[in-house]
């Protein structure tokens, strides 16, 4: 599976972006895809994911009721959507694909992106 991530950039605390990942290589199907991110130095951390039969969401606490995420399968491609963006939200943003369909941990994930930053203004 090959991805690639989109929409990062510069917003202002309480903005929104939306972030998206363009999957293609292979079909998704009984697959989890997720969204993680990483601030210089610090480990990986998990933001949310979904399932691609289902559409079942899970979230990080730290960004639930802030983020979506969503997918659309005829187009091969996941969402995630941020709103009330605060500064510790900055950080680099990364999908990825989970063929055993785990839902948090970063070595349930075997395919990643190249990831997209996101910078978050006080």
Known sequence: VQLQASGGGLVQAGGSLRLSC???????TNY???????????ERDFVASIT???GTPFYADSVK???TISREKAKNLVYLQMNS???????????????SGGVRAVEDYRFWGQGTQVTVSS
């Open 85 to 99: 963006l605060k500064p510790e939200d900055t950080a680099v943003y990364y999908c990825a694909v989970s063929p």
């Open 65 to 67: 009721g802030r983020f």
């Open 32 to 42: 989890r895809v997720g969204w993680f991110r990483r601030v210089p130095g610090e």
């Open 22 to 28: 363009a999957a293609s290589g292979r079909t998704l």
């Open 52 to 54: 691609w039969n289902w």
